[in-house]
């Protein structure tokens, strides 16, 4: 019986988390909805789904919110852990028109304050967004990023299908080692290799 005990022990100790600094993260998905994503809502929502499903939300580890962009934002989900509620969300970007401009500025500003209201102070804070345009108002985009990082944000930067003149604004926008150049096609892949415990 002693030796069950500790076999029990064992394996309950091998699978606690590791203390790694990135066990608990919030983190904001941001998709572009704008004109030229027209016909490729579908690629979006596999790779926000697949990266949603993969993660197990949890008050004391991760919560994710969701939030689509063009000329306005909307937060589909706010910050959280109900897992149910934000596959929900992600399931309506198949039937969202994407229209309108690569208006990102607001976007970020009212990300930062998501996280400000909702985000937890012992927490990561994460944000990761998709796009294929070159954002309008660039240098306030610009400005409202620098002001994220310094409060911790990261940012994770997905260039998808884009002109080589359009990557340099979310290029420079995105944490150190933190920016992606990809297709529709590999974009699911691609979310998988984000090592968010960086």
């Known amino acids: 019986m002693k ?15 590791p203390d790694t600094g990135c066990a608990k993260l919030d983190i904001m998905l941001i998709a572009d909805m704008s004109g030229s994503v027209d016909g490729y809502q579908g690629y979006i929502y596999d790779a926000l789904f697949d990266f ?3 993660l197990e939300l949890d008050e004391n580890g991760i919560r994710i919110g969701l939030t689509v962009f063009n000329y306005t934002d909307t937060i589909l ?6 897992k149910p509620k934000l596959i929900q969300a992600i399931h309506t970007i198949k039937s ?6 690569t208006y990102l500025y607001t976007t ?25 345009g070159n954002p309008a108002q660039l240098f306030d985009v610009v400005k409202e990023a620098k002001r994220m990082h310094s409060l911790g944000i990261m940012i994770f930067g997905v260039m ?7 990557e340099s604004a979310l290029r420079d926008i995105s944490s150190p080692n933190c920016y992606i150049s990809t297709n529709y096609q590999l974009l699911t892949e691609e979310l998988k290799k984000l090592d968010l415990c960086l």
């Not at 969202?96 to 401009?101: F, I, K, L, R, Y």
């Not at 998808?160 to 359009?166: I, Q, T």
Request: aromatic share 12%; charged share 25%.
């Open 3 to 17: 030796y069950v005990i500790v076999a029990l022990f064992f394996v309950l100790y091998s699978f606690k988390s």
């Open 52 to 54: 949603a499903n993969n």
């Open 77 to 82: 989900y706010h910050l959280d852990d109900n």
């Open 96 to 101: 969202t028109s994407a229209d309108g401009g």
């Open 108 to 132: 970020l500003q009212h990300t930062t304050q998501e996280f400000i209201k909702r985000g937890r102070q012992d927490s990561k804070w994460i944000v990761i967004i998709i796009t294929d």
């Open 160 to 166: 998808v299908e884009s002109k080589e003149e359009n």
